[in-house]
Nanobody, 126 residues
Framework: QVQLVESGGKLVQVGDSLRLSCAAS????????MGWFRQAPGKEREFVAA????????YYGGSVQGRFTISRENAKQTMYLQMNNLKPEDTAIYYC???????????????????WGQGTQVTVSS
């Protein structure tokens, strides 16, 4: 059973950059497409970004396109989310998730992900 642990969330100022990490253990990380999601208070969980199991393709939600970059290091079983030009609306708990089933493709909704981390809080202050 894979376990996912996010880290890197903190309080930052508008325009700052931040990098989140997601460390995986106990599974076959290199064969799974991974995603980042976020959830703000009172809102539904939102797709942020996903990266194909081999790193050959990445997908982004419209609100973060051009500002966030997803990456992964399979040898380290770690995924990253580089967030630049942060805005107050980026404030949320950020979750990493493993897609259901190996060698998956462009499946972006939360329902397609079956293993989740505990989340890390990102707060962007104006």
């Amino acid at each position: 059973q894979v376990q996912l642990v996010e880290s890197g969330g903190k309080l930052v100022q508008v325009g700052d950059s931040l990098r989140l990490s997601c460390a995986a253990s106990g599974g076959s990380f290199s064969t799974y497409t991974m995603g980042w999601f976020r959830q703000a208070p009172g809102k539904e969980r939102e797709f942020v970004a996903a990266i194909q199991w081999n790193g050959n393709a990445a997908y982004y939600g419209g609100s973060v396109q051009g500002r966030f970059t997803i990456s992964r290091e399979n040898a380290k079983q770690t995924m990253y989310l580089q967030m630049n030009n942060l805005k107050p609306e980026d404030t949320a708990i950020y979750y990493c998730a493993e897609q259901t089933g190996p060698y998956g493709g462009r499946r972006l909704g939360p329902i397609n992900y079956s293993t989740w981390g505990q989340g890390t809080q990102v707060t962007v202050s104006s």
